[in-house]
């Protein structure tokens, strides 16, 4: 039992008999210790005296439900994480669940590996808050390796901490259910040769993902990056495909556009939104037939590039306005990936920031060797308009001019301390409210028609609406 101990102590509550014992049952097997209970009040009364790392509860339970044991977590000040389980119908409250402090929620019915997936992340981030802040990422990842077996850390944790093993992981940090589900789909795609089209807002890590792409492809071409937003309309068409001498005025020599550059390899298209309509259909032509022709010339020539494009902008609205070709995007959107803003996926904060306190202080010399825990809560009630790349900008920041110490909250800019004060969370409600509204219904629907193997009228009934209403949300959803 002291190795299960080592592991972590969960408390399991549903009201739910047969799923109460099954999934104990599971995690039990995994390696943790699991007290189960089928009432809240008597769970309440565990949690009083018990100190376990994470709380599994459903939210619709008689007498106590879930919401009502978050509430007493954070009223507490309690260490304990809370997952929350939750059915259909009940999105309100699972949005009221996460703005109340709970770690991650997920939806019944859910594959049981899914949800060890996110325990064993709640148990990482548990341990990272409990360890101040002290920025020493590989002294942590080898007390996070003694402490679980490999088979219990996610994967890319492992990926990360082995030798040898994909080393382009180590690039990508995340350990929110978010973003493992995005690993698993560079794991998925990476050694084939389709397409991929990644969105996102503006600073969310949109080339490094099509980095790790490429480098776990099996392509031996180079990468090569592109940014359509940044080249004028007149020059794009030439870097993209080259030009032939006597093209154009100052064509004095024949030149290699970016596409031949790439052969065998992969380009990345980024903002792939900005290029005009004429631009698009030589692109349209070209991942139809693999084939281009240099500006000014007039022979095919064949190369073998794999093409993954990124946006930050609606691209089903730009076709709707006419300003994207609807055939060019679903070339495109062979494989779709959707990078969370930083916002949704708050609890990899502690690791992004940790990982650029580390580098900052190697570039700079300095020596920050820590952040005060209520420096730390003003970081993570923050929203990070500018994602991720706005927190490492405010950490490069920090380091340049604290140079040695620990941070505190009088170094934090005012823009943080400010937004800490005046509303930690009412923006963020209001921003994603919608988009949480989005997910969580795609969400359902995908579970759905994969319970039902696409069949759509035997999907509806399961979700208990009409045959024509579910298509009219699939065709909202982009499903």
Not at 59 to 88: C, F, H, R, S
Not at 112 to 118: A, I, N, S, T, W
Not at 270 to 281: A, F, K, N, P, R
Not at 334 to 344: F, G, M, T, W
């Amino acid at each position: 039992m002291e190795k299960n101990r080592e592991k972590g102590k969960i408390i399991l509550v549903d009201d739910e008999v047969a799923i109460l014992s099954l999934l104990s049952d599971f995690l039990k097997t995994n390696g943790y210790l699991v007290d189960a209970f089928s009432d809240g009040r008597d769970a309440l009364y565990a949690l009083k005296n018990n100190g376990y790392q994470i709380l599994i509860t459903d939210l619709v339970m008689p007498k106590i439900d879930g919401l009502q044991l978050v509430n007493y977590v954070k009223k507490e000040y309690l260490d304990t994480l809370a997952i929350i389980m939750t059915g259909y119908g009940t999105l309100e409250t699972a949005i009221a669940a996460l703005r109340c402090g709970a770690f991650d929620y997920t939806l019944k019915p859910f594959e049981l590996q899914d949800m060890l997936k996110l325990v064993d992340s709640g148990i990482i981030y548990y341990h990272m808050l409990k360890n101040p802040y002290v920025p020493n990422q590989l002294k942590r990842k080898e007390n996070l390796l003694k402490r679980y077996s490999d088979k219990s850390l996610p994967e890319h944790l492992i990926l990360e901490t082995t030798e040898g093993k994909k080393q382009g992981f180590a690039a990508i940090i995340g350990t929110s259910l978010k973003m493992q589900r995005i690993f698993d789909i560079i794991e998925r795609v990476a050694a084939s040769s389709a397409t991929v089209l990644i969105t996102g807002e503006s600073g969310v890590g949109k080339e490094l993902i099509a980095r790790v792409i490429h480098q776990h492809s099996k392509r031996q071409g180079p990468l090569v990056v592109i940014n359509c937003g940044a080249i004028p309309e007149t020059l794009l068409e030439s870097e993209l495909f080259g030009y032939e001498k006597g093209a154009f005025t100052g064509a004095t020599a024949t030149r290699t556009g970016r596409f031949e550059i790439a052969d065998k390899g992969t380009i990345f298209l980024d903002e792939i939104g900005d290029m005009s309509l004429s631009l698009q259909v030589k692109l349209l032509r070209f991942l139809q037939e693999k084939t281009l022709e240099r500006v000014g010339g007039n022979r095919s020539i064949s190369v073998d590039v794999r093409v993954i494009a990124a946006t930050n902008r609606n691209l089903e609205a730009l076709v709707k306005e006419g300003k994207f070709r609807e055939d060019l995007y679903y070339r495109l959107n062979v494989i779709p990936i959707s990078i969370p803003p930083l916002r949704e996926r708050k609890q990899d904060i502690p690791l992004l920031l940790n990982y650029f306190l580390e580098k900052f202080n190697a570039v700079n010399q300095t020596s920050i060797d820590g952040i005060t825990e209520e420096a730390m809560e003003v970081i993570m009630n923050y929203n990070y308009p500018g994602n991720v790349r706005e927190l490492q900008n405010i950490v490069e920041r920090l380091v340049v001019f604290k140079r040695n110490g620990r941070i505190n909250i009088e170094d934090l800019p005012d823009k943080l301390f400010n937004s800490a004060i005046t509303s930690p969370y009412e923006s963020d409600i209001v921003k994603d409210y919608d988009t949480l509204v989005s997910e969580f219904e795609k969400g359902l629907i995908l579970k759905a028609l994969a319970k039902s193997q696409g069949v759509k009228s035997q999907a509806a009934k399961i979700l208990s609406i009409n045959r024509t209403t579910l298509i009219e949300k699939m065709k909202k959803l982009g499903i």
